[in-house]
Every structure is written in C-alpha cells, then in structure tokens.
T-cell receptor
Framework: DAKTTQPNSMESNEEEPVHLPCNHSTISGTDYIHWYRQLPSQGPEYVIHGLTSNVNNRMASLAIAEDRKSSTLILHRATLRDAAVYYCILRRGSARQLTFGSGTQLTVLP | DVKVTQSSRYLVKRTGEKVFLECVQDMDHENMFWYRQDPGLGLRLIYFSYDVKMKEKGDIPEGYSVSREKKERFSLILESASTNQTSMYLC?????????????FGSGTQLSVL
C-alpha cells in the first residue's frame, strides 16, 4: 500500500487559515486521498476526500498537486474546536479498508 | 446522521477473561471494521467484515475473533484477555464498494485488562 508522510505537529492561531501538508509520492492512479480528523476522546471523523481535482466542502478544502504526489488540507479559519489529530490516508478504489498513519496534531492558539 | 454505537465507553477486565465488545450501526452499511488505537502506533485494523457471516483479517488479528450474525452488529471477541490488549477500540462502518465512501466511527471503548 502507498504510504503518506505528515508532520507530527503544527500550530495555528485562531481565525487564521491552516494548511496541513501530506506527501504521498508512491500514490497510484486508483488511490483516493482521504482526510479524517480525531478530536480528543472521540473516534475519527471524515473531513474530505478527492482523486485528482481540488475539492471543497463545508469543513475544509483539499488541494491536490498536479502530479498527485502531495496534497494539502486547508482549514480556512481555524477555531479552537479544530484542534485535533488530522490523518491523511490513501484508499485504493477497490479496497474496503483504510490504513491510518500517525497523523498531524494540530494545536490552535487563542 | 449515521450512528455507530459501541456498547461501553470504559471497560475493565481481568487477565484470562473472555471479553465481548459490541458495535451497532443504523445505516444498513455492508462493511464494518474494528481498529485498536495505541499511543504512538495510531489506528491499526484488527478485523473487518463486508457481509453477514463474512470476515477478513486486518493487520493485527492475533488474539481476537469477530462475529457478524446480523448486518447491523459486529462484535469483537477477546477469547482470553491479556494485559497487552489494553487499548482504545474503535468500530467503524461504511457502504459497500463505492470509491471514496467515508467511514463512520463510534466513540470508542477504552479497555483496561488488569
């Protein structure tokens, strides 16, 4: 399975944009890029996913590099409630399961 | 909204006990999963099931078994609990085979084996 690489931790100030990077240099053509986040004492929750084009939803935006070897999760205005571990995951189109890495711990400073 | 419910938030058991962790989802999802989460190791897949009575091993199935008698319920069984099975256990479900379909997780069961 293709692997992802994320920074262990990042900090952001409240109400500022946050760009969370993810490298996936061995991505294959059928791999979808998923992002999940895990708030303290909760199970992970879906944030966004994409294949080739940039994606937007009410929670975040996903920017995918043209060669698909990296992607960036963008939180447009960080709030204290966005403090969580963010996981970047590749999911092969035919696969049912997701393999989680260690993620990025995002700290939001007031 | 999809709901994935795990029967216990906290559980304390003794070494050698048989332990059942229950998970129920209310969205008619075909696929269900059990993960464990440990500090520094992230989430690791134990078992998953893509249909009633069907199961497949994940990355760390040793010491565990599962049961899926009904579509909405997926049970994780520790036949003889050991202290190294102290962990946070997370159940998840998703629809069948749709590319990019999202996983829905329960809140987790923190199991302590003494």
């Amino acid at each position: 399975d293709a692997k992802t690489t994320q920074p262990n931790s990042m900090e952001s100030n409240e109400e500022e944009p946050v760009h969370l990077p993810c490298n996936h240099s061995t991505i294959s053509g059928t791999d979808y890029i998923h992002w999940y986040r895990q708030l303290p004492s909760q199970g992970p929750e879906y944030v966004i996913h994409g294949l080739t084009s940039n994606v937007n939803n009410r929670m975040a935006s996903l920017a995918i590099a043209e060669d698909r070897k990296s992607s960036t999760l963008i939180l447009h205005r960080a709030t204290l409630r966005d403090a969580a571990v963010y996981y970047c995951i590749l999911r092969r189109g035919s696969a049912r399961q997701l393999t989680f890495g260690s993620g990025t711990q995002l700290t939001v400073l007031p | 909204d999809v709901k994935v419910t795990q029967s216990s938030r906290y559980l304390v058991k003794r070494t050698g006990e048989k332990v059942f962790l229950e998970c129920v989802q209310d969205m008619d999802h075909e696929n269900m999963f059990w993960y464990r989460q440990d500090p520094g190791l992230g989430l690791r897949l134990i078992y998953f099931s893509y249909d009633v009575k069907m199961k497949e091993k994940g990355d760390i199935p040793e010491g565990y078994s599962v049961s899926r008698e009904k579509k909405e319920r997926f049970s994780l069984i520790l036949e003889s609990a050991s202290t190294n099975q102290t962990s946070m256990y997370l159940c998840a479900s998703t629809s069948l085979g749709l590319e990019g379909e999202k996983l829905f997780f329960g809140s987790g069961t923190q199991l302590s084996v003494l």
